[in-house]
């Protein structure tokens, strides 16, 4: 059975006011088509409603029932209504958001905090990723949104350039450099060496292996690990030095010091998400990184 909100409305005035004409006053509307509105409620339900005399109304039995399920239906429908109009603004849903640990020292939790102040009944899913691992998760329709050291990016995913830094040097604080505050890349030549992985990374690995080929040297890498705390975590314990991003001098890792040398490579993060999924919720994710960083525009 098909019953008009409008009807349910119209009812509800008549039931409240005990009164057609009050009851018309009150939707805005003449009496004829109010009660003519009500004869149809109570012909379509097939049950009498409303108790009629020239100066009284009064509910029936089953107007009192319909009443009171009619002010449930309504607000139902309504919160139907609210909920539809801001999951199509994209104010409700599920994010599922990758990250590279370094984004923690390069504005990322403040963004989140923004996003959930923005987006309260949304829920965000994080997890941390390697560069590489969120492009593939991206790609695959598994991750929605990612925060990355800038890669190469497949054609099935959108790229947004956020922010850019120097790289510096990574040292244990027992290292006979550790108190200089710059320094030449050879002084380290013969020293052992942490990298970002390959595999993980292969434009980073290649950005840092570069540096030094620059400077005249080839390191000698003696561990490779996939995220890059674990490269500062290493230089903490003394296994060797490294080339970061300089957002990690602000990891505040103890046993480790972080110089600046002579360069030109610059570390850029990037914002990544799918080329051909376009749900309200994600373009209204992307406007609030593009507002929280200043970034521009997209790659194509």
Known sequence: MDLEPRLLRYFIAVAE?????????????????????????????????LERTSRHVALTEAGRVLYREAQALLRQS??????????????????????????????????????????????????????????????????????????????????????????????????????????????????????FAREASPSYYETVLSMCVTAGFHPVVRHEVRHWLSVAALVSQGLGVSIVPACLARSGLAGTRFIAFEHQARSVSQAIWPRQVDSPLLRTAVRLVRDHYGAASAKA
């Open 17 to 49: 006011e005990r009164h057609f004409s009050r009851a018309a006053q009150r939707l805005h509307i003449s009496q004829p088509p109010l009660s003519y509105a009500i004869r149809q409620l109570e012909s379509t339900l097939g049950a009498q409603l």
């Open 78 to 195: 309504e919160a139907i209504g609210t909920l539809v109009q801001r999951v199509d603004a994209g104010l409700r849903g599920r994010l599922r958001i990758g990250f590279v640990g370094s984004m923690l020292y390069r504005g990322l939790p403040d963004l989140l905090a923004s996003m959930r102040a923005a987006l309260p009944d949304v829920e965000h899913v994080l997890v941390e990723l390697n560069s590489h691992d969120q492009l593939e998760a991206v790609r695959r329709g598994e991750q929605d949104l990612g925060f990355i050291h800038a890669n190469p990016a497949p054609s099935e995913v959108r790229t947004l350039d956020l922010m850019t830094e120097p790289f510096v040097l990574c040292v244990p604080d027992t290292h006979p450099l550790a108190r200089r505050r710059r320094v030449s890349l050879r002084a380290v030549a013969k020293d052992d060496f942490i990298f």
